[in-house]
């Protein structure tokens, strides 16, 4: 979802996601920011449930620091209660101070042992224990047998390691494309989940996108990293700009996606840099006989 871009409204919003809904698409995916003109995310999980039918739901990421904890696994499960099942919850520390002052949240939080906390205390909500002294546990209970399906957000391997214990899987990026070392990463997690008994972990990972002529695009993608990116000097940005995310036409598309596939890659989020919703179709068109629509 183009939930970064400005001038945003209803409209484009459910163009957006009912187009990814009946595209080839595995999932829809959007991001948290608080310091920011993006919709609140958790209005958009409600608004993207009633939008939407077939593809799952992903955060990508909420910061559960910024939230209290209660509050947050009720709004969670009322989100996939609402889609019937179809939320995935990517979660992270967060990167910018400014968002953890927005809201009044102490920035001692801002760690892997912070986020843990809150997931404890989201899981025993979602099994349906009482955490708070009332009559009756919170609730509504999530449609998903104990929660939504977690995967955390990093591109770090200690974090990785440190989440194998309650996550289900890695919803990381890329800001190069660089394949091996994203495969470095997914070792990590592979072993890590290993190491705890676990299932093998849902591997995603993801990069900002603009497909088109080649100078068209990649101008495109510089434009949304300097806007997104407005805590960050702009020649700082403009010195990233030329090399970060991808940039090009729908074949060169196709081959990042198959070099990602190769390395077992269960997913890519594509982060868009427009809110033409001409760039989503253009994938949808390029991708429709290589990946098909999932039932």
Avoid at 151 to 162: A, C, E
Avoid at 167 to 183: P, S
Avoid at 211 to 227: K, S
Wanted: charged share 20%.
């Amino acid at each position: 979802m183009p939930v970064m871009e400005p001038n945003l409204d209803a409209a484009t919003l459910a163009a957006w996601a009912q187009a990814i809904d009946t595209g080839p698409f595995s999932s829809l995916c959007w991001g948290e920011r608080i310091a920011f003109d993006n919709p609140d995310s958790l209005t958009m999980l409600g608004a993207l449930a009633a939008w939407t039918d077939r593809v799952r739901l992903v955060t990508t990421v909420v910061v559960p620091q910024l939230h209290d904890p209660v509050m947050l696994a009720k709004a969670l499960a009322t989100g996939d209660m609402l889609s019937g099942g179809r939320l995935t919850v990517g979660l992270g520390v967060g990167g910018r101070h400014e968002d953890y002052n927005a809201v009044g949240a102490d920035i001692a939080t801002q760690t892997m042992r912070g986020m843990a906390d809150s997931v404890a205390v989201m899981k025993r909500i979602w099994a349906g224990e009482k955490v708070t002294d009332s009559t009756l546990p919170v609730g509504p209970p999530p449609h998903q047998t104990g929660g939504p399906q977690l995967l955390v957000g990093t591109i770090g391997p200690k974090t990785v390691r440190s989440a194998a214990s309650w996550a289900e899987g890695l919803a990381g990026t890329t800001l190069d494309l660089d394949v091996d070392k994203q495969n470095e990463l997914f070792d990590v997690a592979r072993t890590a989940w290993a190491n705890q008994g676990k299932p093998s972990p849902h591997l995603a990972t993801s990069f900002w996108f603009a497909i088109g002529d080649a100078d068209e695009a990649r101008a495109q993608v510089r434009a949304h990293l300097l806007r997104y990116m407005n805590w960050i000097p702009t020649e700082f940005v403009d010195a990233m700009a030329p090399t970060t995310g991808w940039a090009g036409s729908e074949d060169e598309l196709l081959e990042v996606l198959r070099r990602f596939e190769a390395i077992g890659t269960d997913e890519i989020h594509l982060i868009p840099t427009s809110s033409d919703i001409n760039q989503v179709r253009r994938v949808a068109d390029a991708i429709a006989d290589v990946y098909p629509v999932s039932e």
